[in-house]
């Protein structure tokens, strides 16, 4: 589990390596979560406001599941570090199984393209 502060905000990530399978259950009440592979398993990373670059927490262009399990708004995930590129929102209490099925664009789709996570956009 490591525990980083940045610009005054926690910022929380856990599980990153490749020990055992995380499941919906990891990602606590109030964060929102970014897992390795579908159907929310593998390595994961999460934050209750945000992560700026997630290729600090070794989950660049990683994530394929999401889960927003937030208590108030949407998260909203982004193709590039600091908000920048396509993006991506899922209202509270939403999970994506398989970003393979997220069209980011015509020909590409967000399966391992996620670099940062804001909440409350
Ligand atoms: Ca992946």
Not at 1 to 23: E, F, K, P, Q
Not at 75 to 89: E, H, I, M, P, T
């Amino acid at each position: 589990m490591i525990v980083a502060m940045a610009a005054g905000l926690c910022v929380l990530v856990g599980g990153t390596t490749t020990a055992s399978a995380a499941s919906l259950s990891d990602c606590g009440s109030g964060y929102a979560c970014l897992y390795d592979y579908k159907g929310h398993s593998g390595s994961y990373a999460k934050f209750h406001s945000y992560i700026s670059y997630l290729g600090n927490f070794n989950m660049d262009n990683k994530a394929t599941s999401l889960y927003n399990n937030g208590n108030n708004c949407t998260a909203s995930f982004y193709q590039l570090s600091s908000k920048r590129g396509y993006r991506l929102d899922l209202q509270k209490g939403y999970v994506i199984y398989n970003l393979a099925n997220t069209r980011m664009t015509s020909s590409k789709t967000w399966n391992n393209r996620i670099t940062s996570g804001y909440y409350c956009q």
